[in-house]
């Protein structure tokens, strides 16, 4: 296990895992290679699970496939993916259904292994918790981005007393989705950028989001964000 670095920003700790090659994702989604030699992600343009994977398959000599929306001219992650040996398929139509639906049938027909979305696999939420404890933090508050909740469930499971806060980024989330935190909503879309920068590299559609809410809406004591990916 790699402890996360973590860094204060406005008096606020920050776990750095933009440092941590492909991010946090990076740290549990080389679990879908088991047995496998390929591994696909139906992601949307924006998505860091596709530059996550690239990174892992690269390093474990395995073949990563990305289907994603076809666009004029594709998003810095995907031209990140493809330049660490990544599989690109542009999908058109490109709504996230049918993008979903030919990365599974790719799957039926070449035996790869899918993954779910936001990564979400056996093991993820325990490898983030494991990382969570090794910074060797008790925060007495904790904030993140939220798309699939899998980062939100592994907060809890290593720090279950701090206040939990996550913040919606793109589809609804339920309080099972992050293991019973506030939700938050972004007010822009999953597409669109946020309003406030931050003071580290955060992605601008998804990371930058939490931390302008973080920062406006902390409450006292001991304050955590979880920066999953570096700006692409």
């Known amino acids: 296990m790699t402890a996360p670095i973590?860094?204060?920003?406005?008096?606020?700790?920050?776990?750095?895992?933009?440092l941590h090659p492909g991010g946090t994702k990076?740290?549990?989604i080389g679990r879908v290679f088991d047995r496998v030699q390929e591994a696909v992600y139906a992601s949307p343009p924006e998505g860091g699970a596709q530059t996550a994977l690239a990174?892992?398959?690269?390093?474990?000599?395995k073949k990563a496939t990305i289907f994603?929306?076809?666009?004029?001219?594709?998003?810095?992650?995907?031209?990140?993916?493809?330049?660490l040996g990544a599989?690109?398929?542009?999908?058109?139509?490109?709504?996230?259904?049918?993008?979903?639906?030919?990365?599974?049938?790719?799957?039926?027909?070449?035996?790869?292994?899918?993954?779910?979305?936001?990564?979400d696999v056996p093991g993820g939420v325990e490898t983030i918790a494991a990382a969570a404890l090794a910074t060797g933090l008790e925060p007495d508050e904790v904030?993140?981005?939220?798309?699939?909740?899998?980062?939100?469930?592994?907060m809890a499971l290593a720090w279950p007393k701090a206040q939990r806060h996550v913040v919606q980024i793109g589809r609804e989330l339920t309080a099972?989705?992050?293991?019973?935190?506030?939700?938050?909503?972004?007010?822009?879309?999953?597409?669109?950028?946020?309003?406030?920068?931050?003071?580290?590299?955060?992605?601008?559609?998804?990371?930058?989001?939490?931390?302008?809410?973080?920062?406006?809406?902390?409450?006292p004591g001991r304050i955590l964000f979880w920066n999953v990916a570096p700006s692409p």
């Open 176 to 219: 099972r989705d992050v293991a019973g935190a506030r939700i938050h909503v972004y007010p822009r879309a999953f597409g669109q950028v946020a309003l406030i920068g931050a003071p580290f590299p955060a992605d601008p559609h998804y990371d930058a989001k939490a931390w302008e809410l973080c920062v406006a809406m902390r409450g």
């Open 68 to 83: 994603v929306a076809q666009r004029a001219k594709p998003h810095a992650r995907t031209l990140e993916a493809a330049r």
């Open 143 to 154: 904030w993140c981005a939220a798309g699939s909740g899998v980062l939100a469930r592994g």
């Open 26 to 28: 990076a740290r549990f």
């Open 87 to 119: 599989k690109v398929v542009p999908v058109s139509p490109g709504y996230l259904t049918v993008v979903q639906s030919r990365a599974r049938q790719y799957c039926r027909d070449s035996g790869a292994s899918l993954i779910p979305f936001g990564a």
């Open 55 to 61: 990174h892992v398959a690269r390093a474990l000599g």
């Open 6 to 18: 973590v860094q204060t920003h406005a008096g606020i700790w920050v776990v750095r895992d933009d």
